[in-house]
């Protein structure tokens, strides 16, 4: 399938929507949709999504609209679903025992394979069959057990210490959900959720309703 | 100060970066920073600086550059920090109890006035001095209490459920943490964080390196 170069980072981030959208069509056994149907779903335009959709490769077919199973497959493939992620998480407080604990992930190829903490009171916890382990073995457990994602739940100080001790051990990718933004080589991919970034994001547009 | 109307959604999202940056320059006791300097802390150009604060009025002076305090107050006003805002969460989960635990979130003008839950081994339990209540008791309280923010941290089968009691009791904006689009009427500001599209995101750009 031939794609375009050069495809901007608001598709790729309207991707995951699309995703999800035909993965509940699939489930309710919708076997064909047309740009207009799911447009009103998604909240799309029915040329943005053709736009976005032509981005990747000659979808959808002129009177018929888009093969839900075929274009759920192609989208998970561009997602990168098609391969499995062995995933870690440092910080075992709320919000890395909320991702741990999330079984949605690993029905979408991303497999838990450590938890870590230096809080002796969460060494030892199982969450979800994986146990805490302490801080002090990542390394080792890295050097080990190849991994592709790292998840970040530390605090903001600590936050860069980990992003290191991850990537020099052979770490791909980084989901960071610490307030700040780590420094690493360009060939490892950040992905950040800045949590107070968003609540922010939400105050602005409730104060001033002259903004999108 | 005058605002140029129509401020691109893209600009909204890049402010809550400025105002975490300058708070930081603010705490080291730095006066005054060029774009130029600005530019490279964030990793923006100066010139998209320059542009973005542009959209909110005539900041920064050539050759001087921008008054770290003077910028901070004027970007804090525009995200709505010179209010405070009464928020509750409804899902003391992980995540509920993440944001609830997350104390910078009251530093920045956001106050926890309840926590609901549906689980009884949750009901009575303190987080930060505010006890978790039946969400049985969620209506009573919102016709006592005017909420501005609710946060929504429950499953995606009960979030539309528990969206629809907030608006109808004077909640005016809504952070939703379920996997789902809410339907809201169209005064209410939703902002959405959705993990498993964030780290979808992450596996699209790890597994194609020629995305942005």
Redesign the interface.
Known sequence: ME?K?????AV??R???Y??YLRELLKNDVDRISSKELGEK??FTASQIRQDLNCFGDFGQQGYGYNVKELLNEISG????S?E?KMIIVGA???G???A??T??EK???NLAGIFDINPKLIGLKIRDVEVIDIDGLVAFLKETPI??GVICVSKNNAQTVADMMVTNGV??I?NFA?V?LEVPE?I?V?N????????????????????
């Open positions: 794609r170069k050069n495809i901007s980072m790729i981030k991707l995951p929507k995703h999800r998604i909240g561009i997602l990168g679903l391969k992620y407080g709320n919000i025992q909320a991702i604990n999330y949605n992930f979408l190829a991303f592709d994602i791909k990718g989901w307030p933004d060939e991919i992905e959720v800045h949590l107070s970034e968003s609540l922010l994001t939400l105050s602005c547009l409730m104060n001033d309703r002259t903004y999108p």
